[in-house]
């Protein structure tokens, strides 16, 4: 599937709303990462229990880093020495955290984000480890190094993000349309939060993952080459072992082989199309097998060690999800709901882009569904910035904001742009007021989220006066972008399979 044509002179535009989405994305990281700096610059030859930065926020962010962590300073997974800051400082909490079967400390979190660290932090423990006596930082898994080792990785993932969500929205719209959605969805959503501050948590990395994944699927679509199946159920594994949930995604395949099989002529090409499926699911059972490996280490149990969830499937917690005022997607992150209406816009039946477009919609509606039915009748967030559960999802809203741009006349394309610029605001802002607790982040009516941001922003007022010159900034760009009609969305023709076409 190619992407659409467009104009020369819109190219210029659309490379610079992402330079500065992307100085924002680096901005925003440093801003975070200033106590690590502090810290690098003056070492200390052991790392204090509550200065590891990052890697000791909560459970969940050691349960990722505790699997790398194990086994490169102990060369096992046995975390007691991991989790120990965090049993000391909240007692009780080594009871979710038993012993299991095979002597192991509980580890329930992901083992992909670790893999996807691997290299970074492998890197910096050869170079301390090499040093030796003469390092002055110690080579203990929790140092400076270590930790923007980790950090980097995770801001590297977040560009790309920005970069591959920038070339799914190009295959609905121009360049200009795509990079505006693209700095929307991913600096209007959870996805900077998880890609700059809460840089040891997996939605960081699985969201780049997933956006690999749907921009390769879509490249490819209709493609009947075993080697693009093989790729795109590869992606999928990946993107489940950084987040289980993400195994609903598997409807994109899916869904693309039930439309090649019904639209093909004749036995043999339903077949070659169903063999191409089978192997497109052993290919994400391989790319898994690393989660089977570990857990059957730690839990004797290949599938051990899994989440209890609610399986509310006949009743859903749609409103928790969608619209509570505890960080509800739509409450929470308003841009979301726009994009998910430019979305099913573009599945409109006789659109140019209307099979892909409807599966995009159809497996945004899955995941949501899943989730709302996996949490029960309340959504617990526990403390984390906005409705992270969705916080990869939002990579596959942009098209549906690319097409909002695309196909709006001028003037309503900077209203638009103007809009955006006004939401991805907000949501910083937002992000301000969980980076320093201010007011707690259990939301509430929108004057309590009011005064939360304005209580932020007294307390902060250069934080708060860089955010609205880095969103100003922004949307300037994004709204002369929009100026007169050099940006208009080209038509594209309705995709056929391959063998339609040579007939």
């Known amino acids: ?19 500065v989405a992307a100085a924002i994305l680096v901005a925003m990281f440093a801003l975070e990462s200033r106590g690590i700096l502090a810290a690098l610059a003056a070492p200390r030859p052991v790392t204090p229990a509550d200065g590891t930065g990052p890697l000791v926020k909560g459970s969940d962010c050691m349960g990722y880093y505790a699997w790398l962590r194990s086994a490169l300073i102990d060369g096992d997974f046995h975390f007691d020495d991991e989790f120990a800051p965090t049993f000391a400082s909240v007692p009780g909490s080594d009871v979710a955290l038993r012993m299991t079967p095979t002597g192991h400390r509980a580890n329930p979190w992901p083992v992909g984000p670790a893999i996807v660290w691997a290299p970074a932090v492998g890197a910096a ?10 390092s002055p930082w110690p080579a203990d898994g929790y140092s400076p190094p270590y930790q923007l080792a980790v950090g980097g990785t995770t801001l590297g993932l977040a560009l790309l993000t920005l970069g591959l969500t920038y070339r799914i929205g190009r ?5 200009a349309a795509a990079a505006a959605a693209a700095a929307v969805v991913v600096l209007g959503t959870p996805i900077v939060a998880y890609g700059t501050v809460e840089v040891s948590i997996a939605h960081g990395p699985a969201t780049a993952t997933l956006a690999t994944y749907v921009f390769v699927w879509l490249r490819t679509f209709a493609s009947t080459r075993l080697v693009r199946w093989v790729g795109v159920g590869g992606l999928l594994g990946l993107s ?6 993400l195994a609903t995604f598997a409807v994109l395949p899916v869904l693309e082989a039930v439309w090649l099989v019904f639209r093909a002529d004749g036995w043999m090409p339903r077949v070659r199309v169903a063999a191409e499926l089978v192997a497109a699911g052993v290919a994400s059972w391989v ?26 499937w006949l009743d859903p917690s749609l409103w928790a999800v969608l619209a509570s005022t505890d960080r509800g997607l739509f409450y929470w992150t308003p841009v979301t709901f726009p994009a998910l209406v430019g979305l099913i816009y573009v599945a409109r039946p006789g659109g140019p882009r209307a099979v892909p477009g409807a599966i995009l919609a159809a497996a945004v509606g899955v995941q949501i569904y899943t989730v ?9 967030l526990g403390w984390s910035f906005g409705f992270r559960f969705l916080t990869e999802t939002c990579v596959l809203l942009a098209p549906g904001a690319a097409a909002l741009f695309a196909r709006a006349n001028p003037g309503s394309a900077r209203v638009l742009a103007a809009a955006g610029g006004v939401l991805v605001g907000w949501n910083l802002l937002l992000l301000g007021v969980y980076r320093h607790c201010v007011g707690g982040m259990l939301g509430g009516d929108p004057l309590a989220v009011v005064s939360m941001v304005g209580r932020y922003v007294l307390l902060r007022p250069l934080e708060g006066l860089g955010v609205v010159l880095a969103v100003g900034g922004l949307t300037f760009v994004l709204v002369r972008a929009f100026r007169g009609d050099r940006v208009r969305v080209m038509t594209a023709p309705v995709i056929e399979p391959p063998w339609r076409l040579a007939a």
């Open 1 to 19: 599937m190619e992407p659409l044509p467009a104009t020369t002179e819109s190219a210029r535009p659309a490379r610079l709303i992402m330079a």
């Open 287 to 312: 790319a898994f097998l690393p989660q089977v490996a570990v857990k059957q280490i730690v839990y004797g149990s290949p599938l051990g060690g899994l989440h209890r969830t609610a399986q509310n």
């Open 171 to 175: 295959r609905f719209a121009g360049p």
């Open 240 to 245: 489940c072992l950084m987040r289980w949930q």
């Open 125 to 134: 423990h050869l170079a301390l480890t090499g040093l030796g006596g003469h």
């Open 372 to 380: 709302a039915a996996l949490l029960g009748g309340e959504a617990y």
